[in-house]
């Protein structure tokens, strides 16, 4: 059974404890300022000249000048290849919102239909910076909004302009800082989520690698087995030539040893090879009984009694004969490693089969999954252990080991029994897991 080592469980453990966050790059936000002065530019110069409305066209374009000469700085003065750094980018972004705020107030404050473009930088900065830092980001826009209702040009009509009732502009700050406060929300949720996501997806690779070079042990001990042979035999054979024709006792007590330390080192290499071959023949092809023993051994004699039972098809009673999937003792494992966890006196493995499917269902006589958490079982870091100090309490091995299931084509199914205890069933397709036949050159001869 393939065991989630504390490196990783440490590793995975720090990423969700200090996430990484979505970082940013220079050179991006410098592309969504130059975006940002020409969309001003000429929306300013449309609403002037084109609509003819009597704006305070210099304050105006003085305004977007400032912004396009902080963008040719940032260009000529830092590397944009690199990624900013958290306080460099808040205080782009906070520039941002502060420029936009003042050309708000130059044209009509919140009255203007384009105050809602000061959601934009706050979203971005939900995106690339750490919690403290957007909320510093969505303050200033929040103060920022107060100010345009207190204080802020006329909106520039054509004709008189109409007086907006006290009550409804202060409805169009309370829509703003809802809008803000929503969109913030929202974009650090589905942040939050895809970032713990990819962490988990790691951990998962991380199993493999190491399932993956564990096999390669093995092929390398019976490549070193088989390299190794015929220089020993040379020696050995040479060394026996010396002790025939050594004529000092020494000598041919040195020759002597040679050989015998010679035999012992092909000795050696013969059961190397032979226990890569025994550990082929378990590994490549292993009965279902075999294959969820396997997965049981560990964790018999840790609490509660594990019983591996099968339930034959009666139209096809012999037990199948699976290739040996490390997705597949991995999950199992798990399954029954959390069902020894909660039960109470007895867990219960049983296989099942058809004529294509493969079915392994984990039975516990435990309290069962809390209604509260079971349709979240499966996602990442979702757990009903308590932390406590060497215990782990994650919530990626379930995770992981559905996500192993699925990328052969099974299905996990995770419920409470209707008396008492939680059951967890793997559906797993049969065509893809039953080991071929094996051809012996010998009986074919």
């Known amino acids: 059974m393939i065991t989630l080592e504390p490196e990783w469980e440490k590793i995975s453990a720090e990423a969700e404890l ?17 975006f940002a002065v020409v969309g001003q530019t000429f929306c300013l110069l449309v609403v002037y000249f084109g609509l003819g409305f009597d704006l305070p066209l210099g304050l105006c374009l003085g305004a977007i000048a400032a912004s396009a000469w902080v963008n040719a700085w940032v260009s000529l003065a830092l590397p944009t290849q690199r990624f900013a750094k958290d306080w460099e980018a808040f205080a782009q972004l906070a520039y941002d919102a502060v420029q936009l705020m003042v050309l ?22 939900v995106a690339a910076l750490p919690t ?18 207190l204080w802020h040009y006329p909106l520039p009509w054509d004709g008189p302009a109409p007086v907006l009732p006290p009550l409804y502009q202060a409805a169009l700050w309370v829509a703003l800082a809802i809008a803000i406060a929503f969109t913030a929300t929202y974009a650090w949720r589905v942040g939050s989520e895809a970032r713990r996501m990819g962490t988990a997806l790691a ?57 015998s330390q ?98 392994i269902s984990v039975v516990d006589d435990g309290p069962g999954f809390p209604p509260d958490i079971l349709a ?5 870091y979702v757990t009903t252990r308590r932390a406590e100090p060497g215990h782990g309490g994650l919530g990626l091995g379930v995770f992981i080991a559905i996500t192993l299931v699925e990328r052969i084509g099974g299905t996990v199914v995770l419920d409470n029994v209707s008396k008492m205890g939680a059951s967890v069933t793997m559906s797993l397709p049969r065509a893809s897991l039953e080991a071929g036949p094996i051809f012996d050159s010998k009986t074919a001869e």
Request: charge should be negative; aromatic fraction near 4%.
């Open 376 to 380: 979240k079982l499966g996602e990442p």
């Open 203 to 259: 951990a998962t690779q991380t199993v493999l690698a190491r399932e993956q070079r564990l096999s390669a042990l093995g092929a390398l001990s019976a490549a070193a087995a088989h390299e190794l042979g015929t220089p020993l035999a040379t020696i050995q054979l040479t060394a026996k030539e010396v002790m025939r024709a050594a004529t000092d006792e020494t000598l041919r007590e040195d020759a002597d040893l040679i050989v």
């Open 132 to 149: 403290r830092w957007w909320v510093a980001l969505a303050a200033i826009a929040g103060v920022g909004s107060i100010l345009l209702a």
């Open 18 to 34: 200090t996430p990484v966050f979505g970082r940013v790059r220079l050179r991006t936000l410098i592309m969504l300022r130059w």
């Open 262 to 359: 010679a035999q012992r080192c092909r000795e050696i290499l013969q059961r190397l090879s032979q226990t890569h071959e025994a550990s082929d023949r378990m590994h490549d092809r292993v009965g279902l009984r075999e294959a969820m023993e396997e997965a049981a051994a560990p964790l018999r004699g840790l609490g509660a009694e594990v019983s591996v039972l099968l339930e034959p098809d009666p139209e096809d009673p012999e037990p199948p004969v699976m290739q040996r999937r490390a997705e597949v003792i991995y999950a199992l494992g798990n399954f029954i490693e959390n069902a020894v966890d909660y039960a109470q006196t007895r867990v219960a493995v049983t296989g099942r089969w058809t004529s294509d499917t493969l079915v």
């Open 104 to 125: 708000l107030a130059l044209t009509g404050g919140l009255s203007n239909p384009f105050s809602v473009m000061l959601v934009g930088p706050i979203v971005i900065g």
